[in-house]
């Protein structure tokens, strides 16, 4: 268990903060930019497939190779809106349901995962962060991202997964028909805009990959500590 090392995203040294009633993979935090333990393996993973001799998101984010790419990143919450939203091509979105898509909303741009109003192949990068849990229909969302992806573009994110791995992902919502049906007792996250938080539809299991490939992607899975683990889904070339 980590206690104290170089922030992947910030680069700043010195020992983590721990928090009590924090699960394992949201904890051991850093003093200066706060990015969990899950943050931090996801900007390793980052920097390993885009960073040109450097070790941190920061750095990386300042070299012309990096910043010149189009990136796009769903979410308004997490660290590395810090050092990615001055790139000249990065996007962010949030999703309003009474809000056009498309539209910007206090100054950030309204998006649905299930149906991008972005033009196909049009992105370098796309980096999610524990979103994918909450929406409705992830498949689908999946295949909008594969779809603005460019050749040879990655979908670089990370997931909940419980430890030890579960085999199989399980649907907590039945959403077969219009309405939400539970079939698990509902859990909620921590939400930026809600305060009852955001529901959980899924708990993704490691046949998570091969619903990816069935998409068409490739897919690799980097594994950190423990349930640590970031995804990265490749369209082919």
């Not at 992105?123 to 992806?149: C, K, N, Q, Y």
């Not at 938080?197 to 594994?223: C, K, N, W």
């Amino acid at each position: 268990m980590p206690e104290s090392g170089r922030c992947a995203v910030c680069g700043s040294d010195g020992s983590y903060v721990v928090l009590d009633d924090v699960s394992m993979r949201g904890n051991h935090r850093c003093a200066v930019c706060q990015s969990s333990m899950r943050y931090r393996h996801q900007a390793e993973v980052l920097v390993s497939l885009y960073g040109q001799r450097v070790g941190t998101l920061a750095e990386m984010a300042e070299q012309t190779a990096f910043s010149g790419l189009a990136i796009y990143e769903p979410g308004i919450s997490g660290p590395f809106r810090r050092f990615l939203r001055g790139l000249s091509q990065y996007a962010n979105s949030y999703y309003w349901p009474d809000v056009a898509p498309g539209e910007v909303h206090e100054g950030v741009r309204c998006e649905s995962l299930h149906n991008l109003t972005f033009a196909d192949e049009c992105f370098d990068v796309i980096i999610t962060s524990d979103i994918f849990e909450h929406v409705r229909h992830p498949e689908v969302a999946f295949g909008e991202l594969f779809r603005v992806l460019k050749p040879g573009g990655r979908h670089v994110f990370t997931v909940p997964f419980r430890w030890p791995f579960d085999a199989l992902s399980v649907a907590r919502v039945d959403t077969s028909g219009p309405e939400d049906v539970h079939v698990l007792p509902p859990v909620y996250h921590g939400s930026p805009v809600d305060p009852e938080g955001s529901l959980v539809y899924t708990d993704f299991g490691m046949d998570l990959p091969e619903q990816l490939r069935e998409i068409g992607f490739l897919v690799a899975v980097h594994h950190g500590y423990r349930q640590n683990a970031t995804v990265v889904a490749e369209r082919p070339t």
